[in-house]
């Protein structure tokens, strides 16, 4: 589905789910793929780009915009499956891409047995494949028509987005949060290890600086009105911290206080949607992040 000039919306079904995670085609003389989705999603995704007439040596470039494996978890059988391309990824993920054994351990600790039913793992790419984008880098696309790298933390440190020249669409990865369409509400992404509010908060004035034409999630879709949705994101990240803030003061259940203050915003959507919603970006993943946040803030957990 072109969501631009140039541009196409690429559906990589997560766990089957339709409009759960998505990845992109940025057309040009060297096109380039950014987000691969997870390793389970590979079929679907190679089917995909066949369709569009993309061979295997016709991709010239991957980008994602984190290692977490919905994101990154593809990349080793995409970069096997396009010899030719040059997969890009921040500095401090590269290492994971070439080496995955701890990223994948930490992954199967939290996720036990959702790991391989939902996600799939995620295979070694050559180190001589693989290519660190620093803020402000550009990838070429064809005449005329580059991504710029934005070095964007918060959400992980190892996030950037990249932003299009040419349809002036900033694809966001999860900085800006996730917004499923059958859900339709915009909630943020605050998972452990070493999310950061103020980092979180300066990405999205970062991305705002810009004047996107359209936001890109990868969680999901095509945002329009970008000012409104990042002034929306700002206000909900702040209103979700400043919940697990008090209940943290208060030595309370951070995950029990943010699901009393936001529960009202699933009221009337189908429990199948909420569903999906909750194994993406539960609250409980949410709140764990926001309390090791607000832990290494302050060097030790709060309570009375």
């Known amino acids: 589905m072109a969501v631009g000039p140039g541009v196409l919306q690429l559906d990589t079904l997560l766990g089957g789910w339709e409009r759960m995670t998505a990845g992109y085609l940025v057309?040009?003389?060297?096109?380039?793929?950014?987000?691969?989705?997870?390793?389970?999603?590979?079929?679907?995704?190679?089917?995909?780009?066949d369709g569009l007439g993309v061979g295997p040596g016709d991709l010239a470039g991957v980008i994602v915009t984190h290692i977490h494996l919905d994101h990154a978890g593809g990349v080793g059988d995409v970069a096997r499956a396009f010899p030719n391309a040059t997969v890009y990824v921040h500095e401090k993920g590269a290492r994971h891409l070439a080496d995955p054994s701890r990223l994948?351990?930490?992954?199967?600790?939290?996720?036990?047995?959702?790991?391989?039913?939902?996600?799939?793992?995620?295979?070694?790419t050559p180190v001589e494949r693989i290519r660190v984008l620093g803020d402000g880098d550009e990838v070429v696309v064809g005449?005329?028509?580059?991504?710029?790298?934005?070095?964007?933390?918060?959400?992980?440190?190892?996030?950037?987005?990249?932003?299009?020249?040419?349809?002036?669409?900033?694809f966001a990865g999860d900085a800006v949060g996730v917004r499923l369409p059958d859900a339709g509400v915009l909630r943020p992404a605050?998972?452990?290890?070493?999310?950061?509010?103020?980092?979180?908060?300066?990405?999205?004035?970062?991305?705002?600086?810009?004047?996107?034409?359209?936001?890109a999630l990868a969680h999901y879709g095509l945002v329009p009105e970008p000012g409104t949705v990042l002034e929306e994101a700002a206000s909900?990240?702040?209103a979700w911290a400043s919940v697990a803030e008090q209940a943290w003061r208060q030595g309370a259940d951070?995950?029990?206080?943010?699901?009393?203050?936001?529960?009202?915003?699933?009221?009337?959507?189908?429990?199948?949607?909420?569903?999906?919603?909750?194994?993406?970006?539960?609250?409980?993943?949410?709140?764990?992040?926001?309390?090791?946040?607000?832990?290494?803030?302050?060097?030790?957990?709060?309570?009375?």
């Open 27 to 49: 057309e040009g003389h060297a096109p380039v793929l950014v987000e691969t989705g997870s390793q389970s999603s590979v079929p679907r995704l190679l089917a995909l780009l």
């Open 104 to 124: 994948v351990a930490s992954a199967a600790q939290v996720y036990g047995d959702l790991l391989d039913s939902l996600y799939g793992r995620l295979d070694p």
């Open 143 to 170: 005449p005329g028509r580059t991504l710029t790298a934005v070095d964007s933390p918060g959400h992980a440190k190892h996030h950037l987005a990249v932003h299009d020249s040419e349809s002036g669409i900033l």
């Open 190 to 215: 605050t998972p452990p290890p070493d999310f950061d509010l103020d980092q979180a908060l300066a990405s999205l004035r970062r991305f705002a600086d810009r004047s996107p034409s359209g936001i």
């Open 236 to 238: 909900t990240l702040s």
């Open 254 to 304: 951070v995950a029990a206080a943010l699901e009393a203050a936001f529960a009202a915003e699933l009221a009337g959507v189908d429990e199948a949607h909420r569903q999906k919603l909750e194994t993406l970006n539960g609250v409980h993943s949410n709140a764990a992040g926001l309390r090791r946040w607000l832990d290494k803030r302050t060097g030790g957990p709060a309570g009375p």
